[in-house]
């Protein structure tokens, strides 16, 4: 199947801009979607398709996507943005009707 | 508002099986394809397999064939994950996932927007 890989852990002070990256073959083909998890409870949707926000996700979360990495930016980051972030996509090899995650990266806000 | 709610936290034996519902309530169920994702202790997010209810089809990640079985029953609105031979490496929290849009509609999958609770499965001797 598929990977997607991410960096372990970021960090940023707070109101700045950080982006995390996810990178991947699968990502030449289908687009990502970005997952925010904090401890003890189910991921929730923040990022999906080209760049689009669920209901209720602020607009300082934004997405793109160039060649094999996808990435999510948090403009103005807020305390309670630090969480774990998780991007997927459709697997690209094999079985295309299956699903990969990347590793997850651990956004701490200084 | 749709809700998927799991069952309740099991403790399993190496070797046994184990089987959790998702059960959805407030919304449309059938036609969409659900998702099983599990999340061991400290680690990250693992796809294994989804169904179909309104079809019966399911299809599994490679790392599970032949020892996870994804089932759904139409008429209760209720998908099930079946795993059986477990070993302690299968201590995680499973979760049911709901994509953006109906089976048929490629484009809102694999956003899962809408997830259970997750259910907390103990492998132990």
């Known amino acids: 199947s598929s990977e997607l890989t991410q960096d372990p852990a970021v960090s940023v002070a707070l109101g700045q801009t950080v982006r995390i990256t996810c990178q991947g073959d699968?990502?030449?083909?289908?687009?990502a979607s970005w997952y925010q998890q904090k401890p003890g409870q189910a991921p929730v949707l923040v990022i999906y398709?080209?760049?689009n926000r669920p209901s209720g996700i602020p607009d300082r979360f934004s997405g793109s996507s160039s060649g094999n990495t996808a990435s999510l930016t948090i403009t103005g980051a807020q305390a309670e943005d630090e969480a774990d972030y998780y991007c997927?996509?459709?697997?690209?090899?094999?079985?295309?009707?299956?699903?990969?995650f990347g590793g997850g990266t651990k956004l701490t806000v200084l | 508002q749709v809700q998927l709610v799991q069952s309740g936290a099991e403790v399993k034996k190496p070797g046994s099986s184990v089987k959790v519902s998702c059960k959805a309530s407030?919304?449309?169920?059938?036609?969409?394809?659900i998702s099983w994702v599990r999340q061991a202790p400290g680690q990250g997010l693992e796809w294994m397999g989804r169904i179909i209810p309104i079809l019966g089809i399911a299809n599994y990640a490679q790392k599970f064939q032949g020892r996870v079985t994804i089932t759904a029953d139409k008429s209760t609105s209720t998908a099930y994950m079946e795993l059986s031979s477990l070993r302690s490496e299968d201590t995680a929290v499973y979760y049911c996932?709901?994509?953006?849009?109906?089976?048929?509609?490629?484009?809102?999958?694999?956003?899962?927007?809408?997830w259970g609770q997750g259910t907390m499965v103990t492998v132990s001797s």
């Open positions: 699968s990502l030449r083909s289908y687009y």
């Open positions: 398709g080209k760049n």
């Open positions: 997927n996509s459709r697997d690209s090899s094999g079985n295309h009707l299956g699903v990969v």
């Open positions: 407030g919304g449309t169920f059938s036609s969409y394809a």
């Open positions: 996932a709901r994509p953006l849009t109906y089976y048929y509609d490629s484009s809102g999958y694999p956003n899962f927007d809408i």
